[in-house]
């Protein structure tokens, strides 16, 4: 039974209901039996008729059951907020395991004034979870007929529900694994609550600035005073110290002096004073924090703890948090600029989030340049709450926002970040910088595929898979995003080119090849229409030329030949000024075009003026990168969601022990030959056959499984050829004998097999993205190519496909210099096998299959090295 790991990780759970609140559950103790005993007595009639089947008497006996859970046979979760009053309990759901110990009995109590707004749908989420750590696969509830608000819950929770009726009583059962409906619903269920949750930060019709001095130069009445110029459409307040006005405006002291309750409260007082304004605030029924002040977990465990607290005094009144440690928020709808930056964010349809306030400055400066505006900038700060994944599901829905850019220096929910942008993305680009490339941490002995392995191959897989552009630098950024707001998807990767200067069409079409855009030469008959406009010394061919003689008219006669090209599936002008071309000209040229059916982008050298819905770039090299990147997007768009597979012939209950007996009085281990073994065939991985013997039992072993046959040294997570610890091709006897003499120890043998391809196929847990499966040329040279491809886990089929079907791998997959080609179905499945491995067992730390053979039919692995490490088992705070 997995029942220590549950109970460490329960002691907090937020969640976030339908009308954008948020609530904090965590698990009752001995201490909270007078809160629990008020909490029943304060439950309408009605409510404890429902609950109990009749009228309990409410005593401490009644509530004793759910003191202390064990989180084996039973377990039980409450909720609490702060009211008028004080703290109180409104919410107690728990589960209770029957006779039939794979079942468990589940259920709730929710106040009255707290019912209707799914917090028994969200209890019964984590009360699943938590049952399920401990093994148990069903639950089952008994409840009256006409409570039909309960029995909504289990309807809408998306589990596949059983009834059955008798008397006045239905009894309901349902599988807790989670089915693709329940995710499915789950997630509908987060986006409209966190939707509903930020609206007060992105549509305020009420602000107040606490720390707003009326002192000039101080963050607070800087901020202030930007809210003010920016001509915000709704109600402003100062707060201070003194109540000294601000920039005219009357302040006051306290959030209860305030004229009415506001919908978004910037907090930028001293680090010190935080948790009393936002105390302040947060009794006022605000429900929106924007918390500016640094000195919080950046800076140490003090601050920290700090942190921690601020979030559980939003999460007790139901409220959301930016920050701390950020530069605030602007929204155009509103026009709003709570932010301390020099200068308005210019409106426009960019959606931003930056974890670094600084670089939000920075980004400010290039876009004003380059043209660009925003619908919101979000200075997301420390993200002890909204994160880019919150922000992503806002900007999913909001119309002002046709492209979502993201800078990010980690992830604190990777997963929930693929699966969130990966369905953005299907509706607006999402386009990211990311920084802070770490370690995965040390590797006792690390396997191949940990070595080839790490935190940006990790971040590389997840922005593939979810579809999101990664730009390298804030100036590509900035670049793609000009392309991806003002031009049309390209339909390939043809590009035209069309300059006044030949070196200048080299440059850019030599960055086209970089970029993985292809420069053909043009079709005849466009070659011809160019001809009859340009000069007769012009070069035709691609890059075109028409000479430092051209002038805008020039351009316009060339121009559109190329578009109308069926070949060319976007175009890039170049320009340099000359004593018969002005750079202005070109600029007005260009700003005068109307929109065009392919990607149209220019270099105009000699002026940073803008080209209207032209992007332009000072360098031939930065049009190509930028358009590389929008294939990239079209590429993603045009290719098929993929699914996830339906894996048979898995048997977890047989695997689930082979870890838990190498972790008995363990941190970590490498599994011996045959714990390795067990583990792949408990998961349907094809595996060559062996014997593990001592070194006299070597021959008897390689004539029961046939010649010629190889030996290898049978110790935990040895790198076998490196060490000497392997004979190939033994061709009898004698040669076995020999070999086993010479490697020693426990042995390994096995027949010798030959496939078409040698491939490495592994396993690795990263610290923050979780399970990662690679793929790769295998045998002796796979970390010395490090060609492997990897794919974050679940791999969906297309994962798989293009994970096996890819890089140097694929070309060994497709029969390499006259070879076969391998079974390719047989190695998705094997990469398949892998994904659901390591996504149940994260004990398993890393797992090497290296060589593999690629046979015509099927696939084998031939070597296994598995290394497994206790895992924390910590669950995030945050639910959503």
């Known amino acids: 039974m997995k029942t220590c790991g549950v109970k460490a990780t329960l002691l907090t759970r937020d969640v976030i209901l339908r009308d954008g609140t948020t609530l904090r559950l965590r698990e009752p103790t001995a201490a909270d039996e007078p809160a629990l005993l008020a909490f029943l007595e304060g439950l309408s009639d009605r409510s404890l008729y429902l609950r109990f089947h009749g009228a309990p008497r409410i005593d401490p006996s009644l509530v004793t059951a759910f003191l202390d859970a064990d989180w084996h046979d039973r377990g039980a979760l409450v909720a609490g907020v702060d009211g008028d009053a004080g703290p109180r309990l409104v919410a107690l759901a728990s589960w209770s395991r029957l006779r039939d110990p794979a079942r468990a009995e589940v259920a709730f109590a929710v106040a009255d004034d707290m019912q209707g707004r799914g917090v028994g749908t969200r209890m019964l989420e984590q009360l699943a979870e938590t049952a399920a750590g401990a093994e148990v696969e069903a639950f089952v509830a008994e409840v009256l007929a006409e409570n039909s608000a309960m029995l909504s819950v289990f309807r809408d929770a998306g589990f596949d529900v059983a009834r059955t009726t008798e008397g006045g009583t239905v009894e309901i059962r349902f599988d807790i694994a989670p089915t693709e409906r329940s995710v499915a619903t789950r997630e509908e269920r987060d ?10 930060f992105f549509t305020p019709a009420s602000i107040a600035v606490a720390g707003a001095s009326s002192r000039r130069g101080s963050i607070g009445g800087e901020l202030f005073r930007n809210v003010l ?31 009415e309750p506001v919908d978004l409260a910037v907090l930028c007082v001293p680090a010190a004073a935080v948790l009393e304004a936002a105390g302040d605030a947060l009794a006022h029924e605000t429900r929106a924090l924007c918390v500016v002040t640094a000195g919080f977990a950046e800076t140490g465990m003090e601050g920290a703890r700090r942190e921690s607290e601020l979030v559980a005094l939003a999460r007790a009144h139901g409220a959301r948090l930016v920050g701390p440690n950020c530069l605030g928020i602007a929204s155009a709808p509103p026009r709003l600029n709570a932010t301390f930056a020099p200068r308005a964010f210019p409106a426009g349809s960019i959606g931003f989030s930056s974890q670094s306030g600084a670089l939000g400055l920075a980004l400010l400066e290039q876009a004003e340049s380059a043209g660009l505006g925003f619908s919101a ?10 994160s880019s994944n919150d922000l992503l599901e806002w900007w999913e829905d909001d119309d002002d926002t046709a492209l979502v850019c993201l800078y990010l220096e980690s992830f604190g929910n990777p997963r929930k970040f693929s699966r969130v942008a990966r369905r953005v993305a299907r509706r607006k680009p999402v386009l990211a910088v990311k920084s802070g490339a770490t370690s995965s941490g040390a590797r006792a002995a690390g396997s191949h595929t940990a070595a080839l392995a790490g935190s940006e191959t990790a971040a590389e897989a997840l922005f593939r898979q979810a579809g999101v552009l990664r730009a390298a630098t804030l100036e590509e950024l900035v670049d793609v995003a000009s392309v991806l707001t003002r031009q049309p998807l390209p339909a390939g990767r043809r590009v035209a080119i069309l300059t006044n200067a030949g070196g200048l069409g080299i440059l850019c079409a030599d960055a086209c090849d970089g970029a993985g855009l292809v420069v053909e030469e043009l079709a005849a008959e466009t070659q011809e229409r160019i001809a009859a406009a340009a000069a007769a010394e012009a070069s035709l061919t691609n890059p075109v030329d028409i000479l430092g003689s051209a002038t805008v008219d020039s351009y316009a006669a060339a121009l559109p030949p190329l578009l109308d090209d069926p070949a060319v599936d976007a175009v890039v002008v170049l320009s340099v000024p000359t004593v018969v071309l002005e750079a202005g000209a ?9 929109d065009t059916q392919k990607p149209l982008l220019a270099v105009v050298m000699g002026t940073d003026e803008p080209g209207g819905r032209i992007p332009t770039f000072r360098y031939p090299e930065a049009p190509a990168r930028a358009l590389g990147r929008v294939v990239e997007r079209a590429e993603w768009l045009r290719r098929p969601v993929g699914s996830l597979p339906e894996l048979g012939g898995i048997d977890r209950d047989r695997a689930r022990p082979v870890v838990d007996e190498a972790l008995a009085g363990a941190e970590e281990a490498w599994l011996p030959a045959a714990s390795a073994r067990e583990l792949l065939v408990a998961y349907g991985i094809p595996v060559v056959p062996e014997r593990v013997v001592s070194s006299p039992e070597a021959v008897a072993a390689a004539t029961e499984l046939g010649f ?43 027949p010798m097999l030959r496939g078409e391809a040698e491939l490495l196929a592994g396993l690795v847990q990263d610290p923050v993205f979780g399970p990662l499966v690679a793929f790769g040329p295998g045998g002796v040279f796979a970390e010395l190519i490090g060609r492997a491809e990897f794919r974050i886990a679940p791999l969906t089929d297309l994962d798989a496909a293009e994970l096996v079907g890819g890089g140097a791998a694929g070309r060994l997959v497709v029969g390499y210099r006259g070879r076969a080609p391998s079974d390719a179905s047989a190695l998705r499945d094997l990469v398949h096998r892998l994904s659901a491995l390591g996504t149940d067992l994260p004990e398993v730390a890393e797992l090497d299959l290296n060589p593999v053979l690629g046979l015509t039919d099927g696939c084998v692995a031939l070597d296994a090295r598995v290394r497994v490490r206790r895992s924390d088992g910590a669950v995030p705070t945050k639910t959503w």
């Open 377 to 386: 900038f979000v200075s997301i700060g420390n993200k002890a709450d909204v």
């Open 586 to 594: 070109v600029v007005r040229w260009l700003a005068s075009l109307g």
């Open 708 to 750: 010629p046959a190889v030996v290898k040294s049978a110790a935990p997570g040895a790198h076998k050829t490196e060490t000497g610890g392997v004979a190939l091709d033994l061709a009898d006897e004698a040669e076995v004998r020999a070999a086993a003499e010479r490697i020693g120890g426990v042995l390994l043998v096995q």
């Open 229 to 259: 110029t920016g001509d915000f459409a709704g109600a402003a307040y100062p707060l201070n110290r003194r109540a000294k006005p601000v920039a005219g405006v009357r302040a006051y002291e306290r959030f209860e002096d305030l004229p």
């Open 191 to 200: 986006h409209e609550a966190v939707v509903a949750s930020l609206r007060p």
